[in-house]
């Protein structure tokens, strides 16, 4: 039981950092020049950790159910 905590705890750090830096980049990319690199970052990476903490909570949720 131990080891399947360990591994939930480990894939939702992995999702979350993975969906912070998905977004940061994807900000980067579309807001750069309308409203400069720094905060189309802190935009991105905050749009991207709430869409994405939702995906990472679904999928992690059906991944033990099934």
Do not use: K, P, W
Request: glycine share 20%.
């Amino acid at each position: 039981m131990g080891g399947q905590v360990a591994y939930l705890i480990l894939c939702l750090v992995a999702g979350l950092a993975a969906s912070l830096a998905g977004g940061a980049a994807s900000g980067l990319y579309v807001g750069r020049e309308a409203l400069g690199a720094e905060l189309a970052t802190y935009m991105g990476s905050l749009f991207g950790l709430l869409a994405g903490a939702g995906a990472v909570l679904l999928g992690l949720i059906l991944h033990f159910v099934i």
